[in-house]
């Protein structure tokens, strides 16, 4: 199994929060956070405030690591571990890029139907401001098979 780093950053308010829907390439047609990649070389705060302004326009200035979460896809040799950042002050407008259409949503409208099945299991964590760690196995793009996740301490993310 190798593991390939990515970010995932989700903008947000007082009531609402900033999802985008995935126009190309792996998630196409979800909503879901703003991330990707880290690159060689790259810290991964820096890799997530790179991928919000890249998909989103959005300048992140102040933010916090929340959760790490791994992904496992049955037939995939490749671990994608996730480090999910919430976006609380940030510049700019969100606009639509060629990899995302963002779009405000008041919390309690979630659109998790349109969303990574995971979504529904760790985002109430997220909502709450809470640290947790996370672990998915997929059997195909659409089902769960096994799923851990625990609340942590900020520092032992």
Known sequence: MTK?????????TE???LLGM???GFGEG???GFGGKVEAGEAIEEAAKRELFE????LAQKFEKRAVIEFEFDGDPEIREVHVFGVFDFGG????TEEMRPQWFLKEEI???GMWPDDKYWFPLFLQGKCFRGKFLFADLNTIRE???SEVDGGAI
């Not at 990515?6 to 947000?12: A, F, K, M, V």
């Not at 998909?55 to 959005?58: P, R, S, T």
């Not at 407008?93 to 639509?96: I, L, N, P, R, T």
């Open 4 to 12: 390939k780093l990515l970010t995932l950053c989700i903008p947000y």
């Open 15 to 17: 009531n609402r929060i």
């Open 22 to 24: 995935k126009k190309r």
């Open 30 to 32: 979800r909503w879901n």
């Open 55 to 58: 998909e989103a326009g959005l």
């Open 93 to 96: 407008e969100a606009v639509e």
């Open 111 to 113: 659109p998790f139907d």
């Open 147 to 149: 799923h851990a996740i």
